[in-house]
């Protein structure tokens, strides 16, 4: 009996043992874990630091990248030695361009041609007006960096008359509007007449005729159309600027009009006509 006892006690003491050198044992395996886990914890966060600075620079890198590529775009071009646009205008050129008559545009040799065929189309459909024929009543063109809208005086007035007739409010709506858009635009109303002497009461000669044509434009720009006074000046030329052979009724048609001359900034320009 007492060996039994003996026996049993012996193997409780062993076992005691053995699970305690386990506790212990699973412990430290656990107090390893522990500081593995906060090993991993430390490194993780460091490598998010890094990260998070690596995630700034690119954010950084790719900042200075657009802005150079914006820098770039706005930097302007010379036109022949007379004008400058930015990539950016010049590129809302090329899109201009694509509507083209490819008839047209095949004339246009250098990028000055280019400029001038863009800003003609861009205006007219800007003005476009399915009672305007193109050919005779308006014609755009550009010389150097000044824009040059002519309007013939059967579209403005009534024969001999100096009053502008109602049925020209739908261009030179159009036309101040265009004016309106730029603040710096300046805009000379210049009046031509044929070679046929004029005298009435009212009117010496073709002189008279033609300032009184350009003042009366310039009013209706101003008064009915909100074109800023400060903009516009009314310039008389007789007939000393003919296009055409006086010597016909279509050659003194043609020599019988307004011209409107303004300078635009051809990048805010090409904007403009690019949001219309």
């Known amino acids: 009996m007492k060996k039994i006892s003996i026996t049993v006690l012996a193997i409780a003491l062993l076992t005691s043992c053995v699970s ?4 212990v044992a699973l412990q430290e395996e656990n107090g390893q874990i522990k500081s593995e886990l906060t090993k991993t914890t430390v490194e993780k966060e460091e490598l998010e630091a890094k990260f998070a600075q690596i995630e700034k620079r690119v954010d950084e890198y790719n900042s200075k990248i657009n802005s150079l590529t914006e820098e770039n775009n706005a930097r302007l071009v010379n036109v022949d030695d007379v004008a400058v646009i930015s990539n950016d205008a010049k590129a809302a050129m090329n899109e201009t361009l694509k509507k083209v008559d490819p008839a047209e545009l095949a004339n246009a040799k250098t990028l000055k041609d280019s400029m001038n065929v863009a800003i003609s189309y861009n205006l007219k459909q800007h003005m476009d007006n399915s ?53 710096s635009i300046e805009v000379m109303v210049e009046g031509h007449t044929d070679d046929r002497p004029v005298r009435t009461e009212q009117l010496r000669d073709n002189w008279d005729l033609s300032v009184l044509r350009a003042s009366s434009v310039v009013r209706k720009l101003q008064n009915d159309f909100g074109v800023a006074p400060e903009k516009l000046i009314a310039s008389g030329r007789a007939s000393f600027h003919p296009v055409a052979d006086n010597e016909s009724k279509e050659g003194q048609a043609k020599n019988r009009r307004t011209r409107i001359v303004i300078l635009p900034n051809m990048n805010k320009f090409f904007a403009l006509m690019a949001s219309n």
């Open 20 to 23: 305690k050198k386990k506790y």
């Open 131 to 183: 009672d305007i024929n193109e050919d005779e009543d308006i014609a755009v063109s550009i010389d150097e960096t000044v824009v040059m809208i002519s309007i013939s005086d059967k579209l403005l007035f009534n024969t001999a008359s100096y009053r502008v007739s109602n049925r020209a409010d739908d261009i030179l709506k159009r036309l101040a509007d265009v004016i309106n858009s730029e603040p």
